[in-house]
């Protein structure tokens, strides 16, 4: 079991480099965004060597005797060390976590509540929204109807200049790469 507690210095020494090593690689060609997946899973990793440790930790303290004392030191060091790694491999993250969610951890309560419970929000908002233009869009078909009969050249000129309006549009958004909604178009990376 001790072959797999890293030697603090090269714990240490291998956290600066890879800190580095990021930092030089985001900086010459590498996305920003590969970068920080990289030293979030750095950080995992770290993490779980956290837990190991704890765990072997937990095991000499529980059956501790006099001739366990420097297996108890040795992984009290190795978390030591493992413990300054994982927190310069934080440094380099930029990790947001809510409020809320602290909270419910806190609270002893599972924090997919929370992410439940902004979904939940986001799905009531859009069908609010939803309604909102498909009512709307029932207006403005009533309106042109009645407007239909009471001036069907004015409604037949509008016609046509929406259409030739929308169909700029279309080339204009085509020209630039972006949607008629007004969106960016975005190109898929292989």
Known sequence: ??????????????????????????????????ASKQNLAQVTSSIQKTLGLLHQLNLTVSSFNSASQLPLLQRLNALVAELDTMQKLAEGCNIQVPMEV???????????????????????????????????????????????????EDVEAYREIRATSAAEAKRLAQSQGTLPNGDVKVKAEH
């Open 1 to 34: 079991m001790q072959n797999t507690v890293a030697n603090p210095s090269t714990a240490a020494a291998a956290a600066a480099a890879g800190n580095g090593g990021v930092q030089a690689s985001g900086a010459g060609g590498e996305r920003p965004e590969d």
């Open 102 to 152: 602290v909270n419910l951890i806190d609270d002893g309560k599972n924090p997919d509540e929370f992410t439940r419970d902004v979904l939940n929000s986001c799905i009531v908002k859009n069908q609010i929204t939803k309604g909102k233009t498909d009512a709307f869009k029932g207006l403005r078909k009533h309106l042109l109807e009645e407007l239909e009969q009471a001036f069907p």
